[in-house]
């Protein structure tokens, strides 16, 4: 049974950090993409940054470009996102997702991703 734990998530004021962090088990994601994605309050979930789970590659909505760094610890099975800058606008619900070749297609910068598994989510709020 796949898990998709996120965490990290916290109020901050505008200019500060937060590292998100989504522990995966029972993902066996080789070749596949993990990635995070938001929901603002009252609009869709919209993709954020996706990272190449065998690879090096990542992609970034150009909301977070320059500002948020999507990285992975493999033997760790965890992914992170570190935000810094921290905007109003940032304040959302965020997910961590996994591709597992069966899901609906979201778009994550440059990538197309199937997302089959996803987190509970982790509230990110930043006030002015």
């Known amino acids: 049974q796949v898990q998709l734990v996120e965490s990290g998530g916290g109020s901050v004021q505008a200019g500060g950090s937060l590292r998100l962090s989504c522990a995966a088990s029972g993902y066996t994601s080789s070749g596949n993409y993990m990635a995070w994605f938001r929901q603002p309050p009252g609009n869709g979930r919209e993709g954020v940054a996706a990272i190449e789970t065998a690879g090096t590659r990542t992609f970034y909505a150009n909301s977070g470009k320059g500002r948020f760094t999507i990285s992975q610890d493999n033997p760790k099975n965890t992914v992170y996102l570190q935000m810094n800058s921290l905007k109003p606008e940032d304040t959302a619900m965020y997910y961590c997702?996994?591709?597992?070749?069966?899901?609906?297609?979201?778009?994550?910068?440059?990538?197309?991703?199937?997302?089959?598994?996803w987190g509970q989510g982790t509230q990110v709020t930043v006030s002015s």
């Open positions: 997702g996994g591709e597992g070749g069966g899901g609906n297609w979201h778009t994550v910068g440059g990538a197309r991703l199937s997302i089959d598994y």
